[in-house]
């Protein structure tokens, strides 16, 4: 008989003091994991406490209750570069989202977003991909692509025969454990070619990576797949 595998709760740090307005992100901590879900566990406390705690790996920032928006964003990326930002923000402000995202953030909700949105959007940040409406994230890969310098370093690195694979399947929008299944390793292992991707080439997020690959700055057989494989609407 075959043993569950009981992923380790996650940790997501939640300001003290700052007004969580969406109700789908309260109730989704009382809600009971589905079979091979990781139970999330909200962590409450100062900003500078919850930068400190290293065993938390989110943060919840309310853009609605942020003073400096962008800039509060930014400062938490240069104390915690490695912290994947879980933002909520006003609906309908594409240029936000977009400049969110640009500045680090791994997930962008408005406060309309219900439990089940919300769930789903950390488990698409914790298998390392991106949440975000699909027409600002085509909004936003057209921007860059059509920027002056898009960005991004024109110096095209090498890349090895495993890691053009692992690009590949980010472009069709494979998170790390669709990629590990896929190539028969372990999760880790991608964790580490991605990493090694984006030391390469310079970028913070999978946005950027697969931003370089469609401009053709690496080379990668995949750019033409990306927008026919995504299997959502709202990751990448």
């Known amino acids: 008989m075959a043993t569950l595998h009981i992923r380790n709760p996650i940790r997501i740090g939640i300001p003290a003091g700052e007004p969580i307005r969406l109700e789908g992100l309260r109730s989704i901590f009382d809600h009971r994991p589905s079979a091979g879900e990781p139970k999330l566990v909200p962590v409450i406390g100062e900003l500078g406490e919850l930068l400190a705690d290293r065993q938390?790996?989110?943060?919840?920032?309310?853009l609605n209750a942020t003073s400096g928006?962008?800039?509060?964003?930014?400062?938490i990326r240069t104390a915690r570069p490695d912290l994947r930002l879980i933002v909520i923000g006003p609906e309908g402000d594409d240029e936000l989202v977009m400049d969110s995202i640009v500045a680090g953030a791994r997930a962008y909700l408005d406060l309309t977003a219900g439990p089940r949105v919300v769930r789903e959007a950390i488990d698409v940040v914790v298998a390392g991909s991106i949440w975000a409406p699909r027409r600002v994230l085509s909004k936003l890969i057209d921007r860059l692509l059509t920027s002056p310098e898009g960005g991004l370093?024109?110096?095209?690195?090498?890349l090895?025969?495993?890691?053009?694979?692992?690009?590949?399947?980010?472009?069709?929008?494979?998170?790390?454990r669709?990629?590990?299944m896929e190539l028969g390793i372990e999760e880790r292992t991608v964790k580490?070619?991605?990493?090694?991707?984006?030391?390469?080439?310079?970028?913070?997020?999978?946005?950027?990576?697969?931003?370089?690959?469609?401009?053709?700055?690496?080379?990668s057989g995949a750019g033409g797949k990306a927008g026919a494989k995504r299997k959502s609407d709202e990751r990448l």
């Open 56 to 62: 938390i790996e989110y943060l919840v920032v309310d």
């Open 69 to 75: 928006r962008l800039q509060a964003l930014g400062d």
């Open 153 to 158: 370093s024109s110096a095209a690195p090498r």
């Open 160 to 176: 090895t025969a495993r890691e053009r694979q692992v690009l590949d399947l980010i472009l069709m929008a494979r998170s790390n």
């Open 178 to 180: 669709e990629i590990a």
């Open 192 to 219: 580490a070619h991605v990493g090694r991707l984006m030391r390469k080439t310079g970028v913070e997020n999978r946005i950027a990576l697969s931003i370089r690959a469609l401009g053709g700055h690496l080379s």
